[in-house]
């Protein structure tokens, strides 16, 4: 053999163990999130489900469970996939010719971006509705019973709704673009439907962040001041204990004197209630016995912190709206070719991208608290220990349809100047000048009118409350006038 034989050989030998050695990192990742996904879903879902005397709903629900699972560790490595692409790229450019770090390279990252948005794609389309209908069916009436007549079930009506959606897709794309090669492009299913049906998913998505993190942004503040110790001056935490257990005292005597000729008692009802309390006031002795340096210093520090990055958030989004009118080359844009390690995508270098890192993780986190907030999503909330499977996979499909449009919706908004890798910049409005105007616009007014709203009303409600003017018999602004009968008592 010669020796141009010799070095092409070499050369795919190299590559082989490069692709292995990315796919035994990828499967690893995935492995690691997988396993956090799966003690989270057990701690959430209903033991009741589980343990039925019924073997087959119980076999089904497991394998529900484990597509639940799958979804939920994409829609975690979603989350991580914008900001562990940002911190490569740091650490390529501080580290340019370290052995240890030489598996960290730009095909691992664009090989990853790749996999989340293949099993993004895979798990709402196929494995979700699967789940669903699989947990819902019961077997053809005159078939034979047990799983697999389950099965059949499910795949016929999954066959029957990729029918349906597929339809639907391919009007939408003849209503919206009616061109006759754009209509004929949607027969090629991997190319260019599914990223299609894809695009308007994440679409959805984006619109769904719009709402949900202006909304968890002003709620980020009452929801830390309910797991943080407020200082004496806001919060009276003996008051809050008396009534709890008075309100537990009058409970446990109605369940021991459950004789009425009035009223019918619901049990299970009153306990529940009575375990509540009881969680409660345990929560409100450990808040009591907490140091003069959790009470006074970490509870404003947390709200300074909320304050700093909430503000933070709209001035970057603000910025970004004037480069915007300025400079094209700040419309949102995707990236064939992952090439890391050469330049910095943050001005300020590697503490800009940790800021980025951070603002991109508090952004997610306030949607998410935006979203169990809102009231159309509210009844949606797991419980411990007392969540349906059906509501089980409903978060699912939400968190993956919030998750996968986080990298577009960070890119949008201008929080990183790090370009979507793969089909996630294939989108065709992501060149659209309006919508991208449009949408940073509505972002910056939404956030600015929750937190000032909320901000001014809390702070209102919290004085008020401090100067003890709530238990007046005056109606005070912000809180309910008093019927004439309870003034009365």
């Not at 890192?357 to 979203?371: A, R």
């Amino acid at each position: 053999m010669e020796a141009a034989d010799y070095e092409v050989l070499s050369v795919r030998e190299q590559l082989f163990h490069e692709r292995v050695r990315e796919c035994i990192i990828s499967t690893l990742l995935f492995a690691t999130l997988y396993i956090l996904c799966h003690i989270a879903l057990t701690h959430f879902k209903k033991p009741a489900e589980f343990t039925t005397v019924d073997d087959e709903d119980a076999t089904v629900n497991k394998i529900a469970l484990e597509l639940c699972t799958f979804t939920l560790a994409v829609a975690l490595g979603a989350v991580l996939l914008l900001p562990f692409s940002i911190i490569s790229n740091e650490v390529l450019l501080s580290l340019p010719r370290n052995y240890y770090i030489q598996w960290l390279n730009g095909s691992l990252i664009h090989g990853l971006w790749n996999l989340v948005f293949l099993f993004s794609n895979l798990s709402l389309i196929f494995l979700m509705p699967f789940a669903y209908f699989f947990t819902e069916s019961e077997g053809f009436a005159g078939s034979r019973k047990g799983v697999l007549g389950r099965v059949y079930e499910t795949v016929v009506m999954l066959m029957l709704l990729t029918l349906l959606v597929l339809g639907m897709v391919w009007v939408a794309s003849a209503i919206v673009d009616n061109n006759k090669a754009s209509r004929e492009s949607l027969y090629d299913f991997w190319e260019y439907y599914l990223p299609y049906l894809y695009s308007c998913i994440s679409f959805l998505g984006v619109l769904l962040l719009l709402v949900c993190t202006p909304l968890g942004l002003a709620r980020m503040f009452s929801v830390t001041g309910k797991l943080l110790v407020k200082p004496r001056l806001l919060e009276d935490l003996e008051e809050q204990l008396y009534c709890s257990a008075f309100e537990e005292a009058a409970l446990t005597r109605r369940i021991c004197n459950p004789t009425s000729c009035w009223l019918h008692l619901d049990m299970e009802l009153l306990h529940r209630q009575v375990l509540a309390l009881q969680t409660q006031r345990v929560l409100l002795e450990k808040r009591r016995k907490a140091s003069a340096w959790q009470r006074n210093l970490g509870y404003p520090l947390a709200m300074l912190c909320l304050l700093v990055l909430t503000g933070l958030s709209v001035l970057i989004v603000a910025i970004h709206i004037l480069e915007l009118l300025i400079d094209e080359a700040a419309m949102p844009r995707g990236m064939q070719d992952a090439s890391l390690g050469q330049v910095s995508f943050s001005k300020l270098g590697s503490f800009g991208a940790v800021i980025q890192v951070v603002l991109i993780f508090y952004l997610m986190i306030s949607s998410v608290v935006g979203f169990y907030s809102s009231p159309f999503f509210r009844g949606l909330r797991p419980r411990w220990h007392d969540t349906a499977m059906t509501q089980i996979i409903g978060n699912c499909v939400c968190l993956l349809v919030l998750s996968s449009a986080l990298p577009v919706f960070s890119r949008t908004l201008g929080l990183t100047r790090f370009d979507l890798l793969g089909d996630f910049g294939r989108f065709n409005w992501l060149g659209n000048f309006y919508i991208v105007f449009l949408y940073n616009a509505a972002f910056a007014g939404l956030t600015t009118l929750c937190l000032v709203k909320t901000f001014t009303a809390a702070v209102r409600a919290e004085l008020i409350r401090a100067f003890g003017l709530d238990r007046l018999p005056l109606p005070v602004s912000g809180f309910p006038r008093a019927s004439r009968k309870t003034q009365h008592q």
